[in-house]
């Protein structure tokens, strides 16, 4: 039940501050449709005619990742740094429930939501492009769920040293541009890819959606990847980020910023 009510409550708080900063949020969105209009406007003039609807729909996929991935992982890090600029970061550690588990359900919440306009971004971009891919939710929501963890494990590290340094805000720009990267390369480069935190589900997803394989055509091996992913890097995250507060606390980094 606490768990209930502490996820509840920080899903209304993410609600009413997009609501709230209501033009910071149109502008966030208009941002990530303009980046996909010149990606689309470089494919549909410059690209090669023959493989243009494969590349559009291939640009759609990660590009949708990309705004998920910036918005998991680095979003628990500018709550950090928030909570620590607001003054409130050593009351969240005072909490009953403690920082690690109040970070976690924003983590879910914030996710929650903006799963909601990643759909709606994935439907604009569709209908902009005029490419409609394969929505096979029975496919795509496993393959989303143990991918969105191994993010969370991501996010709990970047929480961590945010938690310890405070002014971090340059590398979650520059971290905006690793991961562009990593939802954009393609698996088939290298099989050690497989192994990154997010890599081979987006993989999977985009074979989904572009090539409409179904779950009964994924392999046992993929999902034990996925898997093994989920659970290595949510347990790394998580320790990392607990072992960060600790040292926080004992240098009484908590009360300053």
């Avoid at 209304?12 to 709230?20: F, N, S, T, V």
């Amino acid at each position: 039940m606490r768990w209930l009510n502490l996820l509840k409550a920080n899903m209304r708080k993410e609600y009413l501050e997009l609501k709230r900063y209501l033009p910071n949020t149109i502008a966030m969105l208009l941002t990530f449709y303009i980046i996909f209009l010149g990606l689309f406007g470089t494919i549909h003039f410059i690209g090669d005619p023959s493989t243009q609807d494969t590349n559009i729909q291939y640009v759609i996929v990660n590009y949708i990742f990309w705004f998920l991935t910036i918005t998991v992982i680095n979003s628990i890090g500018y709550e950090v740094i928030n909570e620590a600029m607001r003054g409130t970061l050593e009351q969240l550690s005072m909490s009953p429930m403690g920082i690690w588990r109040i970070m976690a359900a924003r983590l879910v919440s914030t996710t929650l939501i903006n799963i909601v306009i990643v759909i709606g971004l994935l439907y604009l971009s569709m209908a902009t492009s005029g490419q409609w891919l394969n929505i096979d939710i029975m496919t795509i929501a496993p393959i989303l769920i143990l991918t969105l963890i191994s993010m969370f494990g991501v996010a709990f590290i970047i929480a961590g040293i945010s938690i310890i340094l405070k002014q971090v805000q340059a590398f979650l720009q520059i971290l905006q541009f690793i991961l562009m990267g990593l939802t954009f390369v393609p698996l088939s480069l290298s099989p050690v890819l497989a192994f990154l935190p997010f890599v081979k589900g987006i993989d999977l997803v985009r074979n989904v959606m572009i090539n409409g394989i179904s779950i009964s055509q994924i392999g046992m091996g993929d999902f034990l990847i996925l898997g093994f992913n989920a659970i290595f890097y949510f347990a790394v995250g998580l320790g990392i980020f607990i072992y960060c507060e600790r040292v926080a606390l004992n240098k009484g980094l908590l009360a300053h910023y």
